[in-house]
Nanobody
């Protein structure tokens, strides 16, 4: 129901834009978010955007990442600037979870994600 794209191998300090296209059922003016899972770590919230454009970011993303959405195209983008090696991971797009620490309301709903690797 969501397809993520735009990942790749980049050097630290550079930029990358991830894109997510969601089905009408999934998108439907819901609040959406980007998450990431680093090797050996749990999946974590990165940035979220409400249907009206309200945004929130993890501390690690503030000042570097920008989330945006186009309701007419059912897309959610994540512009990532000044990338760091610790940004490496698989990035996923999904509904904005009500449970920021456990993401338990999104179990079984994850897509394939897109790999981002930042070299130092």
């Amino acid at each position: 129901q969501v397809v993520e794209s735009g990942g790749g191998l980049v050097q630290a300090g550079t930029s990358l834009t991830l894109s997510c296209t969601a089905s009408a059922l999934r998108f439907n003016l819901n609040a959406m978010a980007w998450y990431r899972q680093a090797p050996g770590k749990q999946r974590e919230f990165v940035a979220g955007i409400g249907s009206g454009g309200t945004t929130d970011y993890a501390e690690s993303a503030k000042g570097r990442f920008t989330i945006s959405r186009d309701n007419s195209k059912r897309t959610v983008d994540l512009q990532m600037n000044n990338l760091k090696p610790e940004d490496t991971g698989v990035y996923y797009c999904n509904l904005w979870s009500r449970y920021r620490e456990t993401l338990k309301d999104l179990r079984g709903t994850w897509g394939q994600g897109t790999q981002v690797t930042v070299s130092s």
